[in-house]
């Protein structure tokens, strides 16, 4: 972007009309590092949303809910950061008025803001690429049911005796495919279930009314987990739109009040309001 500089009539000094890219960098990458630090705090404690243990489907609707407020709050937390960090450290713009130096130092929140999020994107590529590439499975018969239903595929195919070194992958593949069609409005096929049947039978041994039975209760397992991963996947997607909305806001807000606070100008009423009652509580007798 070209930097057009423009005089002060008073003071005769040079100053930017645009975007300064240090400070946009520099609260960019601590909103980033704050971002980072906050949602690894959440993975380690367990708020989440989604995992490829089979126990997180049996998680309450309560916690995907707290998961989801907690990324939003710190998105707040991280954009407002870097906004603060961006505005306290803006070079300050002369000879303007009060409401375009608050223009100048929120759109610089924006660009914080803008940037925090394409490197966030960035990052989490890069480590969703990693996770695959150690995770995934050598074979390239595999399925995109293998991440959500891996633990029914295992009980599907599970037998007490087995010989070593049995390759499964593509019996495993092609069962995934099927039990994916549990979650449609008419379920698994009579032919895929009668093929999923007989598939079992040959491949553990076992008598053809209890593959039926482990049949049977493999589909409504994975019926179940696929609807409570669809609902997970719309609170996910839900509360990451929220939080970058509210991000944005919040790295405006945070850029201006930084400018404030570079410029020695008292905070607007609504950010001053919570600490006046704050003094006035611990002033109480």
Known sequence: MTVELVTSPELGVDEPRY????????????????????????????????????????????????????LILQAVLSFGFGGYLAGRIRRPTLAAE?????????????????????LGAALAALIGAATL?????????????????????????RAPRRPPNVDLS?????????????????????????YLIQQVAAVTGLAPADAE????????????????????????????AASLLLGAAAAWAGAVAGGRHRDGAPL???????NRWERRRMMAP
Do not use: C
């Open 133 to 157: 590439s150690r995770s995934s499975p050598s074979s390239a018969n595999t399925s995109a049911a293998e991440p959500v239903l891996s633990y029914e595929l295992d009980r599907l195919f």
């Open 170 to 194: 593509s019996e495993r593949a092609e069962a995934g495919r099927i039990l994916l069609t549990a979650s449609g409005h008419n379920g698994v096929s009579t032919d895929d279930r009668t």
């Open 98 to 118: 009060p409401e375009e130096v608050e223009t100048r130092d929120g759109l610089h929140g924006l660009a914080v803001w803008a940037l925090a999020v394409m």
């Open 268 to 274: 607007p009423e609504w950010m001053t309001h919570s």
């Open 213 to 240: 039975r482990r049949v049977d209760s493999v589909i409504a397992n994975a019926k179940t987990a696929l609807t409570r991963s669809r609902r997970s996947t719309i609170i996910l997607a839900f509360s990451l």
């Open 19 to 70: 975007l300064q890219w240090t400070p946009v960098i520099a609260g960019a990458f601590a909103a980033t590092a704050l971002s980072l630090i906050l949602v690894t705090f959440a993975a380690t404690v367990g708020l989440g949303v989604s995992s490829t243990a089979p126990t997180w489907r049996d998680a309450s609707v309560a916690l995907w809910l707290l998961s989801g407020f907690y």
